[in-house]
């Protein structure tokens, strides 16, 4: 019995080295991943490149608890405001603005060559994920710095719409975004909102023109049918009926 424990503790004892030594591989391999996007964006030298990648995991740390001060010595020190995680290729404005870092949104934005337009792997934009956040005052802000509202696929206003805000809905509409963008599966904002069950959402895309008769390509589904499969029929007969009450008036 003694020499089974004895076999059993030396047992674990291995296997906590070698759990040791895998996240230490695991670190150092990521440690090199953001080193090697920070080089092809910088053109840095590797050490150069090596040390500003130290700078990025402070700097990505730094835009999810929303710490601005503690970015502020890394931009001072050279390191470039566009770049990128590695995980999903998003600019630092990006996350802060997933994780609501408004004092990081608010210094990123002042940085003379930010690139409002970068996009993740995804495609995503920082307006499109300031929209999805419902986030009205980074939007605001976006907007107002020069972020395109209009762009091929997807826009700030399908997600905005798959997020319900119509506050948001509203002001990209003001701003001339285009109601029935289409994305590279030609689903609308319509679409999104009803597949959400953002009857509020649809009710006012309806009422600013939105053709509830268009059908992407994927399913050749219109926004009502969406509905009904996301399984939202009270959604689907609110946009039948204004396609109805549409078709009396002509």
Same mark, same amino acid.
């Given at each position: ?132 956040? $419902? ?93 009904? $499969? ?21």
């Amino acid at each position: 019995m003694r020499l089974s424990l004895r076999g059993l503790a030396k047992r674990l004892r291995q296997l906590r080295g070698r759990i040791r030594g895998r996240i230490r591989g695991h670190l150092t391999l990521k440690m090199g991943a953001i080193a090697m996007a920070v080089a092809s964006v910088t053109g840095a030298a590797p050490v150069a490149a090596q040390a500003q990648g130290k700078d990025a995991v402070s700097f990505f740390r730094s835009a999810q608890l929303n710490d601005a001060r503690g970015i502020k010595p890394l931009l001072a020190r050279g390191l470039d405001p566009n770049v990128r995680e590695p995980e999903r290729g998003e600019t630092g404005l990006i996350v802060a603005l997933r994780n609501d870092a408004m004092d990081v949104v608010e210094l990123l934005l002042a940085q003379p060559k930010i690139q409002l337009e970068a996009h993740a792997e995804n495609g995503n934009t920082a307006l499109m994920m300031a929209a999805f956040r $419902k986030n009205k005052p980074a939007v605001l802000a976006l907007i107002a710095k020069g972020a395109q509202v209009n762009r091929p696929g997807w826009t700030a206003l399908h997600y905005a719409a798959a997020a319900g805000d119509v506050e948001i809905v509203r002001l990209l509409l003001e701003q001339h975004a285009y109601i029935d963008a289409e994305s590279p599966t030609k689903v609308t904002p319509l679409m999104m909102a009803a597949r959400e069950g953002q009857e509020d959402v649809v009710k006012v895309l309806l009422e600013e023109g939105a053709d509830a008769s268009l059908r992407d390509a994927g399913f050749r589904m219109d926004a009502a049918e969406f509905a009904d $499969k996301a399984d939202k029929p009270w959604i689907a007969k609110t946009i039948r009926h204004f396609q109805a009450e549409q078709m009396m008036k002509r």
